[in-house]
Structure formats: C-alpha cells, structure tokens
C-alpha cells in the first residue's frame, strides 16, 4: 500500500524536504500504525523543512511533530483499530518518522487518547503549541498565581503558544497583557481575550536586575532579554512559565528576582511530558478555549504547502496556527 508524504534527505549542502509517494514497509517499527488525518505546523517542523535548523536527528525522515488521526492497525493491549488518538512530541519528526504523511507508525505509550468532541483538526490546530500553553497555565496554578494576584504577560503573542495561553488565562479570569512587536496583530490579540497589547520595549530595560513589580505571573516563548524584563518586573512570589526560545537562548539578568522576591521560574517540557499529566492537559485544553478561538488562531492548509508555510513561519510571517487537514476527512 502507497500514500503521500513528506520526507527530508541528507545532501552535501545540508538537507532537502520532497513532496513523494511512500510505502507501508518503509514506514520505522512500532507497534500501532495510525492513518493520519491532521497534523500541525510549528517552529521545529519550519526549521526541519527548511533545513535551517539541525533538528533532524536521522536520515531520511518524514516531519512533523505532532498528528492526529485513527488506529489502523496495533499490537498493543492499550489500543484498537478505530481508536482516535494524537501525538505530540517524542521524537516525531526528530528522531522518528513523523505526522507530515497519510500513515504513521509509533509506539504505543506515545499517543494519547483524543478528549471525547474533539476532531483531529481542532486537535492538531492546538499540537504542541496549544499543549504547551496549557502545561504553562497549570504551572502557573500550581504556583500560587491566581487571577486576583494581577496581571499575567504573555510574549510571543503572535504565535502559537502564545494565542492559546491567551485564550486559556482570559477563559480561566486572568488579566492578560499580550507583548508582541507586531503592532498589526492587536485587534487578533484582543478577541482571543488580552486587556492590553504592548511592544516588548515597555518590557522595561532587561539589564535592570529589578524593576516595579507590576506582573503575578507570565508566559514567555521568547527568552533571552524579554525573559530577564519578565522576571525583574515580577511580583512577590510570581511565577513565570519559560517555554520557547524565539528571541534567544539566553538568559541575561541577575538572581535578585528569585532571592529577594521569591520569584519562580518554571521550564515548560512539552516533548516528554508524562502520560498522566497530558491526559489530564488535553480534555482541560478542549474544553477550557472558546470556540471563537478556535477560529481565529487556527488557518487550514493542504499538506502540500508545509515548505512555502515554513518559509513564511521563519519570515516571521505567520499568525496563530497552520493546520494541515490530511486524507478523506475527519469522522
């Protein structure tokens, strides 16, 4: 049996993504094979596509780090054919064939059962991004920062991650700042939920090692200066859920935020988040964001358009999500 998909090759001068046929026998082990009905774009998948990122970890790969779609066929006591099940991190798209193609096969411990009423396109409009922005808003819970405590910063607000966090604080209260330096992106922002919209200038200067304290809390997908401007304007014991490295991996600044206010900083891990605990993101992601939401952040594509939508994502171009709808349909 053949079906289409991506698949990146090794070259002399870096890597190459090519629009082909596969077969089932070329797909890696596993023990459940998935037909894929939607997948999602997201920053690793653009860097993989286009070669400008070392994140492919073995050649040839199919991209895609995240999927959505049906159990064809399995091995595993766990799962049936039928079962509607996604995939988010892992290794897919890195170290394993992932979800840009009509079929998958993957290990059995790393789906996740699809949250009763949810489609794999509205799934897979959230992937990684919307998964990583919940995971953040339940750090920021468990932390303490509730929304009577203040205002909660989101930066990256443009992007994936940073819609859903949005979307999510607003449904659940909170007072949420977006930061972005698109200035276009505001009347978006603030149908998604965000009270304010802000460049990432009045931030403050990040060399600061303390400034007012004005945030309870925030979720940065940028790092770098941005990351050291959240943490020296943080309240006393605020949090701030650090996920994304869009700006720089850096991390300029001093430690009196964390030993003069008691400020957490707290590493969001989407990749190889426990099982438990994504069973219990995913149904509070499902129901937690609105379904205007929905609408706004997410944008449908066909597959065959990942590269030119990864070289527009790199260019900064992109809003919110792309999501790849794949086959017949989704049931």
């Known amino acids: 049996m053949r079906f289409r998909g991506w698949m990146i090759t090794s070259r002399q001068d870096g890597s190459a993504a090519e629009w082909k046929e596969l077969a089932l026998a070329e797909l890696p082990e596993g023990d459940v094979l998935v037909r894929v009905q939607a997948t999602g774009l997201n920053y690793k998948d653009a860097l993989a596509m286009t070669g400008r990122g070392k994140v492919v970890r073995a050649f040839p790969m199919v991209p895609g780090i995240d999927l959505a779609g049906i159990v064809a066929e399995s091995r595993s006591p766990r799962w049936r054919p039928g079962d509607r099940v996604l995939l988010t991190g892992w290794g897919a798209g890195e170290a394993h064939w992932g979800g840009f193609a009509e079929y998958a096969r993957v290990r ?5 059962p699809l949250p009763a009423g949810f489609t794999p396109e509205r799934a897979m409009t959230a992937g990684t991004a919307g998964f990583t922005a919940m995971l953040a808003v339940m750090a920021l819970e468990d932390a303490g920062v509730t929304p009577e405590r203040g205002e909660i910063a989101v930066t990256g607000a443009g992007g994936g991650v940073g819609g859903f966090a949005i979307a999510l604080l607003a449904a659940l209260g909170y007072a949420v700042t977006a930061v972005t330096r698109r200035e276009a992106l505001a009347p978006y922002l603030r149908s998604l939920g965000a009270r304010a919209v802000i460049p990432p200038a009045a931030l403050g200067d990040p060399q600061k090692p303390l400034q007012s304290e004005r945030w309870a809390g925030a979720v940065d997908a940028v790092g770098g200066g941005t990351l050291a401007a959240l943490l020296a304007a943080t309240a006393y014991r605020g949090c701030v859920a650090a996920c994304g490295l869009a700006g720089s991996a850096g991390l300029p600044g001093t430690v009196f935020p964390f030993i003069l206010r008691g400020v957490r900083l707290t590493g969001i891990d989407s990749v190889y988040c426990p099982q438990p605990l994504r069973e219990k993101a995913w149904p509070r992601l499902a129901a937690l964001v609105p379904a205007t939401a929905w609408e706004e ?18 260019r900064g171009e992109a809003r919110g999500r792309t999501v790849f709808r794949i086959g017949s349909a989704n049931p």
Do not use: V
């Open 297 to 314: 952040i997410g944008e449908a594509a066909p597959l065959e358009e990942a590269l030119t939508r990864s070289e527009a994502l790199l």
């Open 108 to 112: 059995a411990e790393w789906l996740t």
